[in-house]
């Protein structure tokens, strides 16, 4: 990795794959412009990502910002490693191996994860564009994700006006509780089980959008987000059809083990992809 100016630039491109990266599943605030030309956002911050055959620039006014959250320090390659062997990980680590968990808000992954149950992407996206408009700051370009303040100073009916459907109260409840003292940070200190069941304790988070919000948003490995794709992974896996997420999801930790997070991305992103 090198930087310079306010450009990022990386020539190993072994463990970074900006398509695999973005389309995984774990952000929703980034446009694709070309083939290998991403725009990202993050809190009130934009980076542009342009990947070929031979490197990837991210070019930011906030480079440090952006290294950061593309978890640029981490070496995916002796992750791979650990994780290589177990079952149905070769052929799903050749397939993504380019992505990366993104180090992401915290904030910003509670409220789109709770946009994105029972969602579809581009309505997720449009859902979050709009409320990013309504609530967030102007930067020129684009608008930063709003704050809680911001949206706890907002009802029910505001939400359902950009089109949150059913989720526009959780939205409302939800912000007020952040806003009122809900601790979004201490969560940090808790294992997966504990923060996941602290995060159910708020207005339109179940155990899978806890588990996101802790993998994307706190890098919690000792989650395993289970989805329809996952329960696919699972009759892969062990062999039998499930329909209990609590089971799936502790059968697959103790399975795939401390890097389980990892393991999770790289399995969701093959079978849904192929």
């Known amino acids: 990795m090198l930087i310079e100016k306010n450009s990022i630039i990386l020539t190993q491109l072994e463990d970074f794959d900006i398509r695999h990266i973005l389309e995984c599943g774990q952000i929703f605030r980034f446009e694709k412009l070309n083939e290998g030309e991403y725009v990202v956002y993050s809190k009130d911050k ?8 031979s490197s990837a620039v991210i070019k930011s006014d906030d480079c440090e910002y952006f290294a950061n959250y593309f978890d640029l320090a981490r070496d995916y390659s002796q992750i791979k490693q650990k994780l290589k062997g177990k079952p149905f990980m070769d052929e799903a680590i050749e397939y993504g191996h380019g992505i990366r968990i993104l180090n992401q808000d915290k904030w910003e992954m509670l409220i789109s994860f709770i946009i994105s149950a029972n969602n579809h992407i581009p309505r997720i ?3 979050i564009s709009r409320l990013c408009e ?11 994700f709003p704050t809680h303040e911001a949206m706890a100073s907002k009802d029910e009916d505001f939400y359902k006006a950009l089109g949150a ?12 509780a952040v806003a009122d003292g809900f601790d979004l940070e201490s969560i940090s200190e808790m294992d997966g089980s504990m923060a996941n069941k602290k995060l159910c304790s708020l207005m339109g988070v ?36 499930e329909d209990n997420n609590k089971v799936i999801r502790e059968k697959l930790i103790s399975i795939y083990g401390e890097y389980s997070g990892y393991a999770q991305q790289y399995l969701f992103f093959n079978k849904r992809e192929n």
């Open 46 to 53: 934009k980076c542009t990502v342009t990947q070929n055959d």
């Open 206 to 241: 179940g155990s899978k959008v806890a588990d996101c919000i802790l993998l994307f948003g706190y890098h919690k490995q000792d989650v395993f987000p289970v989805d329809t794709w996952i329960k696919k992974v699972y009759k892969d896996v062990v062999g039998e059809n």
């Open 125 to 127: 996206k449009g859902i």
């Open 134 to 144: 309504s609530l967030g700051k102007n930067m020129g370009s684009y608008y930063a």
């Open 165 to 176: 459907g059913y989720r526009a109260k959780y939205l409302a409840v939800t912000s007020k």
